[in-house]
C-alpha cells in the first residue's frame, strides 16, 4: 500500500536482543530522528540519556523489576520529562519560572513520550528493535541518583534497544470501532470491539499461560483472554503496578505542585 505506512504497521516490541552492538552513530541518528518529533511550543521539555555502561545497564534491569532484556541490550535509552534546562534560561534571564504547574508536568511528559516513540521507529527502521519501559517508575528515587538527573527531570520511560534475536510477533489491536469514534464518544460501540478482540487473543493464544494473580481468583471458571486480563490488571494494587510513590517523586522533584 504505502511503504511508510507498512513500516509503522510492522511495530511490535522485541525483549530478546543478539550480541550485536549499536553504533555510535547510529545511535546518534536514532536520537536525532527522536528530536525531530514536535514539542509543545517548541520547548524541547526533555531529554534523553543514553546508557552503554554494563555495570550501569545491570543496575538499571533491576531497579526495573528484574527486567533482563535492559541489561541484555546493547543501548538503553532513559526519556526524561525535564523542566530544567527551561528553569537554567529563564534563571540566567532574570525571569520567574512557572515549572510547579501541573500542565508543564504534561507537556514535559508528552514531549519525552513523543520522542521516545519516534527514537523507536528510527531504531526499527535500521534493523534494531526495542521496548519501552515504564519499569524505569519504579524505582524512580534510585534510578534518578544512579543518572544524576537534576531537579524538574524525572524518568518518563527507558528504552531497551538491541539486534532482535528473532522476528518479533505482531500483535493484534483493539479494533478500531472500540476506540475511534466519529464525531463524539460512542461508549456503544466498546462492547462489541472488547468481545471481537477477546476472540482475537483467544484464538491467537496471546495469553496462554499468562492468566495474571490465579491465586486471587480462586473461583473462576470463565473465559481468560483480554478482558480478564486487563480487568485484573486494573484492580491490582501491588505497588509495582500502581507506584504509589510516583506522586512524592514528583513533587520532591519539582513537579504538580499547583
Ligand atoms: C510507556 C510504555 C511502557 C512500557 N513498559 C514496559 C515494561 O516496563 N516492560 C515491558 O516488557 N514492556 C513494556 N511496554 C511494552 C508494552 O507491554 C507493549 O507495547 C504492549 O504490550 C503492546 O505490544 P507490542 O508493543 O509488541 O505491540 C511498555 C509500553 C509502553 C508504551
Avoid at 518479533?168 to 475511534?180: E, F, H, N, V, Y
Wanted: aromatic content about 8%; hydrophobic content about 35%; glycine content about 6%.
Amino acid at each position: 500500500m504505502n511503504p511508510v505506512i507498512d513500516f509503522l504497521n510492522s511495530h511490535a516490541s522485541v525483549r530478546k536482543f543478539t550480541k550485536r552492538e549499536i553504533t555510535t552513530e547510529e545511535e546518534r541518528l536514532i536520537c536525532e530522528t527522536g528530536e525531530r518529533s514536535p514539542t509543545s511550543s517548541n520547548l524541547h521539555a526533555y531529554s534523553i540519556v543514553s546508557v552503554r555502561d554494563a555495570e550501569k545497564k545491570a543496575t538499571l534491569a533491576g531497579l526495573c523489576g528484574g527486567q533482563s532484556h535492559v541489561a541484555e541490550s546493547s543501548l538503553f535509552l532513559v526519556f526524561c520529562a525535564d523542566l530544567y534546562r527551561l528553569k537554567r534560561l529563564n534563571e540566567k534571564r532574570g525571569y520567574p519560572f512557572n515549572g510547579e504547574y501541573t500542565e508543564m508536568f504534561i507537556i514535559a511528559t508528552v514531549d519525552a513520550a513523543l520522542v521516545a516513540s519516534r527514537a523507536l521507529m528510527a531504531a526499527q527502521a535500521l534493523g534494531y528493535g526495542g521496548v519501552m519501559v515504564g519499569g524505569i517508575r519504579n524505582k524512580p528515587d534510585e534510578a534518578a541518583a544512579l543518572l544524576e538527573l537534576p531537579e524538574l527531570v524525572y524518568p518518563v520511560m527507558g528504552m531497551s534497544l538491541g539486534e532482535p534475536m528473532s522476528p518479533p510477533k505482531i500483535k493484534p489491536r483493539l479494533p478500531l470501532a472500540g476506540l475511534c469514534f466519529s464525531e463524539k464518544y460512542q461508549p456503544e460501540q466498546i462492547d462489541t470491539a472488547v468481545e471481537e478482540y477477546d476472540n482475537t487473543i483467544e484464538r491467537l493464544g496471546y495469553l496462554r499461560g499468562r492468566e495474571s494473580t490465579p491465586e486471587n481468583y480462586p473461583e473462576f471458571n470463565g473465559r481468560y483472554s483480554w478482558s480478564e486480563h486487563t480487568a485484573r490488571r486494573m484492580a491490582d494494587t501491588r505497588p509495582s503496578v500502581l507506584r504509589p510513590h510516583l506522586r512524592e517523586h514528583l513533587q520532591k522533584r519539582g513537579f504538580m505542585l499547583k
